[in-house]
C-alpha cells in the first residue's frame, strides 16, 4: 500500500519515516506541502497519510500549527484533508511537529475534538533524549496489542507540552480513553516532573488517538527507534527489530 510520507520546509525525519514503514511492507512516497498547493500529488491515491517530525519552520513560534493554518485557510487542500480524514479505510500518524500540526487539524477530523494544542515545553528549550513511555489501552490502529509495554523512545522537541483550554478539558480528554502514550518514570509511574517528563505536558500525557482509533498522534520519534541497534541497550533476545516497528506493522496488517 501507499503512503504519503508528509513534509514541510524544515522537515528533516521524513527519511527514517519512510524506511520504517517500507520495512512494514508498505510503499512510501515522499510528498512535500508544495506538491499538495500545486496539484502534483492528491491524498485520494494514499491508503495512509503521515506528517513528519524535525524542525518546521524552524521549531520556532508554533511551527506545526502554522503548517496546519496553511491547509485550513485554503479551500481546496482543506476539502481535500478533510475528505482524506473521513474515507474509513485510511490511517494518519503525526509525529514531532506532524503531532502538532495533526493536533490542529482537529476540526476536520472525525473523533478528535477532544486533542490539546502543544505548546512551548515548560524548560524553555529544546528537549532530546531517549525517554520512557508507557502505551495505553486505546482504540489506536497503530498501537494494537501493544498496550501495558513500556519502551524507550526518542524525544527532540521544543513544542511538545500538552495545553488543554482549561480543567474540563483536561478531564475530558483523560476520560475518553484516548490517551495513548504517557512519559513514565523508573518506577513506571505517569511522569509529572522534569526530566523524564521532558515539556511539562499534564499526567506525562504524549500520544493520543481518536475514538476509532484510525488517527494517531504522539510528540516523541518512534521512527528513529525501530531497529534494535538503535537504542542505547536492548536484550540480545530482541534480534534486528525493536520494539516500535510493532506500529508500523499494525498500520499493514490493519489495512489487509
Known sequence: PRVAILREQGVNGQVEMAAAFHRAGFTPVDVHMSDLFSGARQLDGFR???????????DVLGAGEGWAKSILLNEALRAQFSGFFQREDTFTLGVCNGCQMV???RELIPGADHWPRFVRNRSEQFEARLSLVRVEETPSVLLAGMAGSHLPIAVA???????????DAERACLASGTVALRFVENDLSA???????PNGSPEGITGLTTRDG????????????YRT????????????????????????RWLG
Open 229 to 252: 541497534l538503535q537504542n542505547s541497550w536492548a536484550p540480545p533476545e530482541w534480534g534486528e527489530d525493536g520494539g516500535w516497528l510493532r506500529l508500523f506493522r499494525n498500520a499493514r
Open 103 to 105: 493536533s490542529t487539524l
Open 191 to 197: 511522569a509529572g516532573r522534569y526530566p523524564a517528563n
Open 48 to 58: 495512509g497519510l503521515v506528517a513528519c517530525g524535525g524542525c518546521s519552520y524552524g
Open 214 to 225: 484510525r488517527v494517531t498522534i504522539m510528540m516523541p520519534h518512534p521512527e528513529r527507534v
Open 157 to 167: 522537541h521544543g513544542e511538545g507540552r500538552a495545553e488543554f483550554v482549561g480543567t
